[in-house]
T-cell receptor
Framework: GDSVTQMEGPVTLSEEAFLTINCTYT??????LFWYVQYPGEGLQLLLK?????DKGSNKGFEATYRKETTSFHLEKGSVQVSDSAVYFCALRQTTSGTYKYIFGTGTRLKVLA | GAVVSQHPSRVICKSGTSVKIECRSLDFQATTMFWYRQFPKQSLMLMATSNEGSKATYEQGVEKDKFLINHASLTLSTLTVTSAHPEDSSFYIC???????????????FGPGTRLTVL
């Protein structure tokens, strides 16, 4: 079945460091890919998405490119801030007969130190 | 942006009792609501999908008689864990998809989650 694998955390970085959180997926067809962020005590928020191969999603300085050849959707940010500390979830969405289903990775906790 | 709330945020109950968790869409009409369960250090597992006014569709392996889902209105869905046992302790998250200003949105909006502890 479809699945999402993301790197285990926690990831601890100093402020202004470069961030990469790896995400790979296994899926039939052409799923859409997402990154969600969960801040402490809050629900998941959509960070960015890509709906087809070679699409690049970007938001708040974060980027991820849909790589079909490597089945990956790695999240990157050039310079992290303390406020980026959160849990990041990679997810894919499959559409079947007009309905869709999200499959999430296990989440990667990011801690940014001042 | 669209906001989804859950109540309570945390609940502790005795084994054998039933617990109800509410999920509300605060500023939009949720035509579809989803309930997820998250175990520590694991991903969100979809439990069921419900459309307003119709019966929920449960994922394989989820006991529909144990996890009762009601989606009676376009802004409210409830999950009732019946005869709860310690193994039901988990983090339950709802999400909603529906009609926002400007038309239907394809995006899911997530609630903050409810942590259930069964003693």
């Amino acid at each position: 079945g479809d699945s999402v694998t993301q790197m285990e955390g926690p990831v601890t970085l100093s402020e202004e460091a470069f961030l990469t959180i790896n995400c790979t997926y296994t899926a039939t067809g052409y799923p859409s890919l997402f990154w969600y962020v969960q801040y402490p005590g809050e629900g998941l928020q959509l960070l960015l998405k890509a709906t087809k191969a070679d699409d690049k999603g970007s938001n708040k300085g974060f980027e991820a490119t849909y790589r079909k050849e490597t089945t990956s959707f790695h999240l990157e940010k050039g310079s992290v801030q303390v406020s980026d500390s959160a849990v990041y979830f990679c997810a894919l969405r499959q559409t079947t007969s007009g309905t869709y289903k999200y499959i999430f990775g296990t989440g990667t906790r990011l801690k940014v130190l001042a | 942006g669209a906001v989804v709330s859950q109540h309570p945020s945390r609940v502790i109950c005795k084994s054998g009792t039933s617990v109800k968790i509410e999920c509300r869409s605060l500023d939009f009409q949720a035509t579809t609501m989803f309930w997820y369960r998250q175990f520590p250090k694991q991903s969100l597992m979809l439990m069921a999908t419900s459309n307003e006014g119709s019966k929920a569709t449960y994922e394989q392996g989820v006991e529909k008689d144990k996890f009762l889902i009601n989606h009676a209105s376009l802004t409210l869905s409830t999950l009732t864990v019946t005869s709860a046992h310690p193994e039901d302790s988990s983090f339950y998250i709802c999400s909603a998809r529906g009609l926002l200003a400007g038309g239907p949105r394809d995006e899911q909006f997530f609630g903050p989650g409810t942590r259930l502890t069964v003693l």
